[in-house]
Protein backbone atom coordinates (compact mmCIF):
# COMPACT_ATOMS: atom_id res chain seq x y z
CA UNK A 1 0.00 0.00 0.00
CA UNK A 2 2.96 2.27 0.42
CA UNK A 3 4.82 1.29 -2.25
CA UNK A 4 1.52 2.41 -4.52
CA UNK A 5 1.42 5.64 -2.65
CA UNK A 6 4.66 6.21 -3.61
CA UNK A 7 3.83 6.22 -7.01
CA UNK A 8 0.92 8.62 -6.62
CA UNK A 9 1.13 12.04 -7.79
CA UNK A 10 -0.51 14.93 -4.86
CA UNK A 11 -3.39 15.39 -7.53
CA UNK A 12 -3.86 11.69 -8.13
CA UNK A 13 -3.74 11.71 -3.85
CA UNK A 14 -6.49 14.57 -3.76
CA UNK A 15 -9.13 12.45 -5.86
CA UNK A 16 -8.39 9.56 -4.34
CA UNK A 17 -9.27 10.86 -1.41
CA UNK A 18 -12.16 12.60 -2.46
CA UNK A 19 -13.41 10.01 -3.80
CA UNK A 20 -12.79 6.95 -0.96
CA UNK A 21 -14.35 9.61 1.49
CA UNK A 22 -17.45 10.13 -0.61
CA UNK A 23 -17.88 6.47 -1.28
CA UNK A 24 -16.90 5.48 2.50
CA UNK A 25 -20.05 8.10 3.71
CA UNK A 26 -22.39 6.44 1.16
CA UNK A 27 -22.18 3.31 2.63
CA UNK A 28 -22.52 4.41 6.35
CA UNK A 29 -25.59 6.84 5.64
CA UNK A 30 -27.10 3.83 3.67
CA UNK A 31 -27.58 2.31 7.07
CA UNK A 32 -30.97 2.31 9.11
CA UNK A 33 -29.18 4.33 11.91
CA UNK A 34 -28.56 7.18 9.66
CA UNK A 35 -32.57 7.80 8.76
CA UNK A 36 -35.09 8.93 10.91
CA UNK A 37 -37.36 6.18 10.19
CA UNK A 38 -34.72 4.17 10.42
CA UNK A 39 -35.00 2.40 7.72
CA UNK A 40 -32.74 1.55 4.81
CA UNK A 41 -31.54 4.15 3.08
CA UNK A 42 -31.06 3.13 -1.24
CA UNK A 43 -26.98 3.42 -2.43
CA UNK A 44 -28.20 6.22 -4.87
CA UNK A 45 -29.35 8.53 -2.76
CA UNK A 46 -26.99 7.90 -0.20
CA UNK A 47 -24.16 8.46 -2.51
CA UNK A 48 -26.12 11.55 -4.13
CA UNK A 49 -26.63 13.29 -0.51
CA UNK A 50 -22.90 12.18 0.46
CA UNK A 51 -21.03 13.15 -2.73
CA UNK A 52 -23.14 16.81 -2.43
CA UNK A 53 -21.46 16.83 1.43
CA UNK A 54 -17.86 16.00 0.72
CA UNK A 55 -18.31 18.57 -2.46
CA UNK A 56 -19.50 20.88 -0.58
CA UNK A 57 -22.31 21.45 -2.59
CA UNK A 58 -25.76 21.25 -1.16
CA UNK A 59 -27.84 20.27 -3.84
CA UNK A 60 -30.02 17.19 -2.20
CA UNK A 61 -32.15 14.56 -3.65
CA UNK A 62 -33.62 13.96 0.12
CA UNK A 63 -34.70 16.68 3.37
CA UNK A 64 -31.75 16.58 5.27
CA UNK A 65 -33.78 17.97 8.59
CA UNK A 66 -36.55 15.77 8.59
CA UNK A 67 -35.40 12.46 6.52
CA UNK A 68 -31.80 11.96 8.10
CA UNK A 69 -31.73 11.18 12.10
CA UNK A 70 -29.34 12.78 14.95
CA UNK A 71 -26.73 10.62 13.51
CA UNK A 72 -26.93 10.60 10.03
CA UNK A 73 -26.99 14.33 9.99
CA UNK A 74 -23.35 14.34 11.79
CA UNK A 75 -22.35 11.72 9.84
CA UNK A 76 -23.54 14.76 6.56
CA UNK A 77 -21.72 17.64 8.89
CA UNK A 78 -18.40 15.58 9.04
CA UNK A 79 -18.28 15.06 5.49
CA UNK A 80 -18.80 18.71 5.14
CA UNK A 81 -16.18 19.47 7.07
CA UNK A 82 -13.49 17.21 5.35
CA UNK A 83 -14.67 17.98 1.97
CA UNK A 84 -14.64 21.86 3.09
CA UNK A 85 -10.86 21.73 4.70
CA UNK A 86 -9.91 18.98 1.98
CA UNK A 87 -8.89 15.50 2.89
CA UNK A 88 -5.39 16.19 2.29
CA UNK A 89 -5.71 18.78 5.11
CA UNK A 90 -7.39 16.02 7.06
CA UNK A 91 -4.67 13.35 6.49
CA UNK A 92 -1.57 15.80 7.49
CA UNK A 93 -3.75 16.80 10.30
CA UNK A 94 -3.62 13.22 11.64
CA UNK A 95 -0.69 12.63 10.92
CA UNK A 96 0.68 15.46 13.11
CA UNK A 97 -1.70 14.04 16.11
CA UNK A 98 -0.07 11.28 15.90
CA UNK A 99 3.02 12.88 16.30
CA UNK A 100 4.60 11.24 12.70
CA UNK A 101 6.88 13.56 10.95
CA UNK A 102 5.44 14.90 8.01
CA UNK A 103 7.26 13.45 4.82
CA UNK A 104 7.85 15.97 1.66
CA UNK A 105 5.25 14.19 -0.29
CA UNK A 106 3.10 14.97 2.05
CA UNK A 107 3.91 18.76 2.30
CA UNK A 108 3.91 18.94 -1.42
CA UNK A 109 0.47 17.21 -1.33
CA UNK A 110 -0.86 20.07 0.86
CA UNK A 111 0.78 23.03 -0.96
CA UNK A 112 -1.30 21.60 -4.68
CA UNK A 113 -4.43 21.00 -1.56
CA UNK A 114 -4.21 24.38 -0.63
CA UNK A 115 -2.73 26.40 -3.06
CA UNK A 116 0.35 27.37 -1.08
CA UNK A 117 3.35 29.47 -2.91
CA UNK A 118 6.05 27.00 -1.44
CA UNK A 119 6.25 23.48 0.19
CA UNK A 120 8.29 25.99 3.36
CA UNK A 121 6.12 26.37 6.46
CA UNK A 122 2.94 24.19 5.24
CA UNK A 123 2.89 22.93 9.00
CA UNK A 124 2.73 26.08 10.64
CA UNK A 125 0.17 26.66 7.47
CA UNK A 126 -1.56 24.07 8.42
CA UNK A 127 -2.24 24.39 12.46
CA UNK A 128 -3.51 28.23 11.16
CA UNK A 129 -5.89 26.76 9.46
CA UNK A 130 -7.19 24.66 11.39
CA UNK A 131 -7.19 27.14 14.57
CA UNK A 132 -8.91 29.69 12.39
CA UNK A 133 -11.45 27.41 11.23
CA UNK A 134 -12.25 26.26 14.72
CA UNK A 135 -12.53 29.48 16.30
CA UNK A 136 -14.35 31.41 12.79
CA UNK A 137 -16.98 28.08 13.42
CA UNK A 138 -17.36 28.09 17.15
CA UNK A 139 -18.01 31.91 17.03
CA UNK A 140 -20.73 31.43 14.73
CA UNK A 141 -22.55 29.17 16.20
CA UNK A 142 -22.42 31.24 19.27
CA UNK A 143 -23.99 34.31 17.23
CA UNK A 144 -26.70 32.05 15.60
CA UNK A 145 -27.88 30.10 18.87
CA UNK A 146 -29.80 33.22 19.88
CA UNK A 147 -31.87 32.80 17.12
CA UNK A 148 -32.01 29.24 16.92
CA UNK A 149 -32.52 28.50 20.41
CA UNK A 150 -35.29 31.40 20.49
CA UNK A 151 -37.17 28.88 17.83
CA UNK A 152 -36.34 25.47 18.08
CA UNK A 153 -35.66 25.57 21.84
CA UNK A 154 -32.13 22.94 23.24
CA UNK A 155 -31.93 21.71 19.87
CA UNK A 156 -31.35 25.33 18.76
CA UNK A 157 -27.64 24.67 19.72
CA UNK A 158 -27.51 21.69 17.75
CA UNK A 159 -28.80 23.65 14.49
CA UNK A 160 -26.63 26.78 15.58
CA UNK A 161 -23.64 24.31 15.07
CA UNK A 162 -24.48 22.67 12.04
CA UNK A 163 -25.48 25.60 10.22
CA UNK A 164 -22.24 27.14 10.87
CA UNK A 165 -20.13 24.91 9.74
CA UNK A 166 -22.16 24.51 6.50
CA UNK A 167 -22.52 28.70 5.51
CA UNK A 168 -18.01 28.31 6.24
CA UNK A 169 -17.52 25.19 4.26
CA UNK A 170 -19.83 26.91 1.99
CA UNK A 171 -22.09 23.33 1.94
CA UNK A 172 -25.56 25.26 1.91
CA UNK A 173 -27.19 22.28 3.71
CA UNK A 174 -29.82 22.68 6.03
CA UNK A 175 -31.73 21.06 8.78
CA UNK A 176 -34.83 23.44 9.45
CA UNK A 177 -36.85 21.00 6.80
CA UNK A 178 -40.23 19.33 8.42
CA UNK A 179 -41.51 16.38 6.97
CA UNK A 180 -44.77 18.88 6.13
CA UNK A 181 -42.31 21.74 4.70
CA UNK A 182 -39.39 20.16 3.44
CA UNK A 183 -36.53 21.69 1.16
CA UNK A 184 -36.90 25.36 3.53
CA UNK A 185 -33.47 26.72 3.52
CA UNK A 186 -33.36 29.70 5.28
CA UNK A 187 -36.36 31.16 4.00
CA UNK A 188 -38.06 31.60 7.49
CA UNK A 189 -35.19 33.77 8.71
CA UNK A 190 -35.15 36.21 5.45
CA UNK A 191 -36.16 39.30 7.76
CA UNK A 192 -34.03 38.37 10.76
CA UNK A 193 -30.64 40.36 10.44
CA UNK A 194 -28.64 38.66 12.76
CA UNK A 195 -29.02 35.39 11.10
CA UNK A 196 -28.08 36.77 7.32
CA UNK A 197 -25.37 38.96 8.42
CA UNK A 198 -23.80 35.62 10.34
CA UNK A 199 -24.58 33.19 7.58
CA UNK A 200 -23.26 35.77 4.66
CA UNK A 201 -20.19 36.24 7.08
CA UNK A 202 -19.55 32.78 7.43
CA UNK A 203 -19.80 32.29 3.93
CA UNK A 204 -17.58 35.30 2.60
CA UNK A 205 -14.75 33.88 5.38
CA UNK A 206 -14.78 30.36 3.84
CA UNK A 207 -14.50 31.64 0.95
CA UNK A 208 -11.72 33.78 0.22
CA UNK A 209 -9.51 31.23 1.05
CA UNK A 210 -6.58 30.78 3.69
CA UNK A 211 -3.66 32.19 2.66
CA UNK A 212 -6.11 35.75 2.35
CA UNK A 213 -6.51 34.71 5.64
CA UNK A 214 -2.72 34.83 6.52
CA UNK A 215 -2.24 38.18 5.27
CA UNK A 216 -5.38 39.31 7.23
CA UNK A 217 -3.77 38.09 10.24
CA UNK A 218 -0.01 38.89 9.14
CA UNK A 219 -0.22 42.55 7.88
CA UNK A 220 -4.14 43.39 9.26
CA UNK A 221 -5.18 46.92 7.72
CA UNK A 222 -1.88 47.49 5.48
CA UNK A 223 -3.18 46.46 2.35
CA UNK A 224 -0.17 47.52 0.75
CA UNK A 225 1.96 44.55 2.21
CA UNK A 226 -0.27 41.88 0.79
CA UNK A 227 0.66 39.45 -1.35
CA UNK A 228 -0.86 40.35 -5.16
CA UNK A 229 -3.13 37.26 -4.90
CA UNK A 230 -5.02 38.12 -1.56
CA UNK A 231 -5.68 42.02 -3.24
CA UNK A 232 -6.87 40.16 -6.07
CA UNK A 233 -9.12 38.54 -4.15
CA UNK A 234 -10.42 40.53 -1.77
CA UNK A 235 -10.84 43.29 -4.46
CA UNK A 236 -12.75 41.30 -6.91
CA UNK A 237 -15.27 39.25 -4.04
CA UNK A 238 -16.12 42.94 -3.16
CA UNK A 239 -17.11 43.99 -6.86
CA UNK A 240 -18.96 40.25 -7.25
CA UNK A 241 -21.20 41.15 -4.29
CA UNK A 242 -22.23 44.86 -4.45
CA UNK A 243 -22.23 44.94 -8.37
CA UNK A 244 -24.89 41.61 -8.29
CA UNK A 245 -26.68 42.58 -5.06
CA UNK A 246 -27.80 46.38 -6.82
CA UNK A 247 -29.13 44.87 -9.60
CA UNK A 248 -31.12 42.36 -6.98
CA UNK A 249 -31.95 45.79 -4.87
CA UNK A 250 -33.70 47.52 -8.02
CA UNK A 251 -35.27 44.80 -9.97
CA UNK A 252 -36.20 41.32 -8.13
CA UNK A 253 -36.49 42.65 -4.49
CA UNK A 254 -38.25 46.03 -5.45
CA UNK A 255 -41.24 45.45 -3.33
CA UNK A 256 -39.73 44.41 -0.39
CA UNK A 257 -39.50 46.87 2.62
CA UNK A 258 -36.33 48.74 2.90
CA UNK A 259 -34.43 46.65 5.66
CA UNK A 260 -35.74 42.86 3.77
CA UNK A 261 -35.11 44.29 0.57
CA UNK A 262 -31.24 44.70 1.52
CA UNK A 263 -30.99 41.81 3.56
CA UNK A 264 -32.16 39.80 0.95
CA UNK A 265 -30.25 41.31 -1.99
CA UNK A 266 -26.67 40.91 -0.22
CA UNK A 267 -27.79 37.55 0.78
CA UNK A 268 -28.82 36.26 -2.74
CA UNK A 269 -25.26 38.44 -3.79
CA UNK A 270 -23.17 36.69 -1.41
CA UNK A 271 -24.50 32.80 -1.70
CA UNK A 272 -24.22 32.09 -4.96
CA UNK A 273 -20.10 31.68 -4.58
CA UNK A 274 -20.47 29.04 -3.37
CA UNK A 275 -22.64 28.72 -0.28
CA UNK A 276 -26.50 27.47 -1.77
CA UNK A 277 -29.04 28.47 0.85
CA UNK A 278 -31.69 31.04 -0.21
CA UNK A 279 -33.72 33.00 1.69
CA UNK A 280 -35.92 34.10 -0.93
CA UNK A 281 -38.20 31.85 -3.17
CA UNK A 282 -35.93 31.09 -6.21
CA UNK A 283 -38.40 30.08 -8.62
CA UNK A 284 -39.91 33.74 -8.80
CA UNK A 285 -36.03 35.23 -9.97
CA UNK A 286 -36.49 37.33 -13.46
CA UNK A 287 -34.97 35.58 -16.22
CA UNK A 288 -32.16 38.27 -16.27
CA UNK A 289 -31.08 37.57 -12.63
CA UNK A 290 -31.23 33.74 -12.70
CA UNK A 291 -28.54 34.40 -15.30
CA UNK A 292 -26.54 36.51 -13.01
CA UNK A 293 -26.55 33.69 -10.84
CA UNK A 294 -25.48 31.29 -13.12
CA UNK A 295 -22.36 33.76 -13.78
CA UNK A 296 -22.00 33.91 -10.34
CA UNK A 297 -21.98 30.09 -9.50
CA UNK A 298 -19.68 29.12 -11.98
CA UNK A 299 -17.14 31.98 -10.81
CA UNK A 300 -17.05 30.29 -7.18
CA UNK A 301 -14.56 31.46 -4.70
CA UNK A 302 -10.79 31.29 -4.40
CA UNK A 303 -8.27 29.10 -4.59
CA UNK A 304 -7.36 27.44 -1.84
CA UNK A 305 -11.02 27.92 0.32
CA UNK A 306 -13.78 25.68 1.02
CA UNK A 307 -15.63 27.38 -1.95
CA UNK A 308 -15.69 25.73 -4.96
CA UNK A 309 -16.05 27.08 -9.10
CA UNK A 310 -14.25 28.55 -11.80
CA UNK A 311 -12.57 30.82 -9.19
CA UNK A 312 -12.14 34.83 -8.67
CA UNK A 313 -8.50 34.39 -9.39
CA UNK A 314 -9.15 32.88 -12.64
CA UNK A 315 -11.78 35.79 -13.84
CA UNK A 316 -9.41 38.10 -12.94
CA UNK A 317 -6.76 36.88 -15.09
CA UNK A 318 -9.13 36.50 -18.08
CA UNK A 319 -10.00 40.39 -17.77
CA UNK A 320 -6.38 41.09 -17.14
CA UNK A 321 -5.24 39.45 -19.86
CA UNK A 322 -7.79 41.00 -22.05
CA UNK A 323 -6.87 44.30 -20.97
CA UNK A 324 -3.70 43.33 -21.99
CA UNK A 325 -4.86 43.22 -25.86
CA UNK A 326 -7.23 46.13 -26.05
CA UNK A 327 -4.21 48.57 -24.70
CA UNK A 328 -1.83 46.14 -26.87
CA UNK A 329 0.46 45.60 -23.55
CA UNK A 330 2.73 42.14 -24.25
CA UNK A 331 2.23 40.88 -20.66
CA UNK A 332 -1.62 41.84 -18.65
CA UNK A 333 -0.86 42.57 -15.05
CA UNK A 334 -2.70 43.51 -11.73
CA UNK A 335 -1.73 45.39 -8.76
CA UNK A 336 1.58 46.53 -10.22
CA UNK A 337 2.76 42.87 -11.24
CA UNK A 338 3.61 41.08 -14.63
CA UNK A 339 1.16 37.51 -15.03
CA UNK A 340 2.99 34.48 -15.71
CA UNK A 341 2.30 32.86 -19.12
CA UNK A 342 1.06 29.66 -17.31
CA UNK A 343 -1.42 31.74 -15.46
CA UNK A 344 -3.28 32.89 -18.60
CA UNK A 345 -3.19 29.37 -20.27
CA UNK A 346 -4.59 27.57 -17.10
CA UNK A 347 -7.78 30.22 -16.83
CA UNK A 348 -8.58 29.81 -20.45
CA UNK A 349 -8.35 26.22 -20.18
CA UNK A 350 -10.45 26.22 -17.14
CA UNK A 351 -12.68 29.09 -18.87
CA UNK A 352 -13.58 26.13 -20.98
CA UNK A 353 -14.12 23.55 -19.12
CA UNK A 354 -16.55 25.49 -16.89
CA UNK A 355 -18.55 26.53 -19.76
CA UNK A 356 -18.44 23.37 -21.36
CA UNK A 357 -19.53 20.83 -18.93
CA UNK A 358 -22.10 22.36 -17.18
CA UNK A 359 -23.95 23.21 -20.64
CA UNK A 360 -23.10 19.59 -21.97
CA UNK A 361 -24.64 18.19 -18.81
CA UNK A 362 -27.72 20.30 -18.96
CA UNK A 363 -28.45 19.75 -22.79
CA UNK A 364 -28.28 15.56 -21.40
CA UNK A 365 -30.79 16.33 -18.27
CA UNK A 366 -32.68 18.67 -20.63
CA UNK A 367 -33.38 15.83 -23.14
CA UNK A 368 -33.62 13.25 -20.66
CA UNK A 369 -36.03 14.61 -18.76
CA UNK A 370 -37.84 16.58 -20.89
CA UNK A 371 -37.26 19.73 -18.78
CA UNK A 372 -36.67 23.48 -20.26
CA UNK A 373 -32.86 23.85 -20.98
CA UNK A 374 -32.91 26.87 -18.43
CA UNK A 375 -33.58 24.97 -15.51
CA UNK A 376 -31.41 22.39 -16.06
CA UNK A 377 -28.61 24.95 -16.93
CA UNK A 378 -29.22 26.91 -13.41
CA UNK A 379 -28.80 22.83 -11.64
CA UNK A 380 -25.48 22.10 -13.70
CA UNK A 381 -24.08 25.18 -12.99
CA UNK A 382 -25.07 24.75 -9.26
CA UNK A 383 -23.00 21.58 -8.97
CA UNK A 384 -20.51 22.38 -11.16
CA UNK A 385 -20.01 25.55 -9.04
CA UNK A 386 -20.64 23.15 -5.90
CA UNK A 387 -23.03 25.93 -4.93
CA UNK A 388 -26.31 24.05 -4.12
CA UNK A 389 -28.86 26.58 -5.22
CA UNK A 390 -31.79 24.94 -7.14
CA UNK A 391 -35.48 25.63 -8.48
CA UNK A 392 -36.61 22.18 -7.25
CA UNK A 393 -36.02 19.31 -9.65
CA UNK A 394 -32.62 17.44 -8.40
CA UNK A 395 -34.64 15.21 -6.37
CA UNK A 396 -37.38 14.47 -9.04
CA UNK A 397 -34.50 13.67 -11.26
CA UNK A 398 -33.70 10.14 -12.76
CA UNK A 399 -30.19 8.19 -11.75
CA UNK A 400 -28.65 8.92 -14.68
CA UNK A 401 -29.46 12.95 -14.31
CA UNK A 402 -28.44 12.55 -10.96
CA UNK A 403 -25.43 10.61 -11.53
CA UNK A 404 -24.13 14.07 -13.83
CA UNK A 405 -24.99 16.11 -11.40
CA UNK A 406 -22.35 13.88 -8.88
CA UNK A 407 -20.00 14.29 -11.99
CA UNK A 408 -19.74 17.58 -11.86
CA UNK A 409 -20.10 18.22 -8.19
CA UNK A 410 -16.89 16.12 -7.62
CA UNK A 411 -15.38 18.15 -10.55
CA UNK A 412 -15.98 21.52 -9.19
CA UNK A 413 -15.12 20.23 -6.03
CA UNK A 414 -11.09 18.59 -7.13
CA UNK A 415 -10.83 21.38 -9.58
CA UNK A 416 -10.74 20.63 -13.42
CA UNK A 417 -6.77 21.20 -13.81
CA UNK A 418 -6.35 18.84 -10.80
CA UNK A 419 -8.04 15.65 -13.06
CA UNK A 420 -6.44 16.88 -15.98
CA UNK A 421 -2.53 16.45 -14.08
CA UNK A 422 -3.85 13.57 -12.56
CA UNK A 423 -5.13 11.91 -15.57
CA UNK A 424 -2.14 12.57 -17.68
CA UNK A 425 1.07 12.67 -15.02
CA UNK A 426 3.61 10.98 -16.39
CA UNK A 427 2.74 12.37 -20.03
CA UNK A 428 5.23 14.84 -20.71
CA UNK A 429 5.79 15.85 -24.37
CA UNK A 430 7.31 19.19 -23.78
CA UNK A 431 10.55 18.02 -25.50
CA UNK A 432 8.39 18.10 -29.00
CA UNK A 433 8.26 21.85 -30.42
CA UNK A 434 6.49 22.24 -33.65
CA UNK A 435 6.81 24.95 -36.60
CA UNK A 436 4.94 28.21 -35.47
CA UNK A 437 2.22 29.02 -38.36
CA UNK A 438 0.21 32.38 -37.48
CA UNK A 439 -3.62 32.26 -37.02
CA UNK A 440 -6.27 35.07 -36.97
CA UNK A 441 -8.38 35.25 -34.42
CA UNK A 442 -11.81 37.65 -33.51
Not at 33 to 54: D, H, I, K, N
Not at 350 to 355: A, D, R, S, V
Not at 409 to 426: D, E, H, K
Request: aromatic share 10%; proline share 3%.
Amino acid sequence: MLQIRRHLTSFQMMILGFAGVILLGALVLMLPVSSSARQWTPFSESLFTSASAVCVTGLVVLDTGSYWSMFGQTIILLLIQIGGLGVITFAVTFLMLSGRNISLQERSAMQDAISAPAVGGIVRLTRFILKGTLFIELAGALLLAPAFCRDYGIRGIWMSVFHSISAFCNAGFDILGRVDAQFPSLTAYAADPLVNTVIMLLIIIGGIGFLTWNDICKHRLHFSRYRMQSKVILATSAALILLPAVLLYFTDYASLPVGERVLASLFQSVTPRTAGYNTTDLTAMTETSRAVTVFLMLIGGAPGSTAGGMKVTTLSVLIANAAAVFHRRKEPQLFGRRLENSAIHNAAAILLMYLLLPLAGATIISEIEGLAFGTCLYETASAAGTVGLTLGITPGLGALSQGILILLMFFGRVGGLTMIYAAFSGNDTAFARYPKEKITVG
